[in-house]
């Protein structure tokens, strides 16, 4: 079977993380997770927690969902603050 490039990213207090590894074409998001995190130990253990991905910014419901040729799989944290929040304050300052 044919392989494909992904890279899997996470931003975190301690900085950024990103690394490129290669799949099985036909491989899913969580299969490719599951994967990146055997692979990528200089990762903090803190990115593994969290359950929401977004490939490219858009995030992903279906993590069965195939992954594709040079996709961007980035690891999200919850929000600290609710953005609209944010823009009011800023707009008081």
Partial sequence: MQKITFEIV???PGG???KHLAVEQGTGLA??????RAQCTEFPEEAWRY???????RLVENASRPI???DRIEILRPLEI????ARRRRAWK
């Fill in 82 to 85: 609710d953005p609209v929040d």
């Fill in 51 to 57: 359950e929401q991905f977004a490939i490219y910014g």
């Fill in 16 to 18: 950024q993380f990103r």
């Fill in 68 to 70: 594709a040729d040079g």
């Fill in 10 to 12: 996470y931003l975190g």
């Fill in 31 to 36: 299969e490719a997770v599951v994967f990146a």
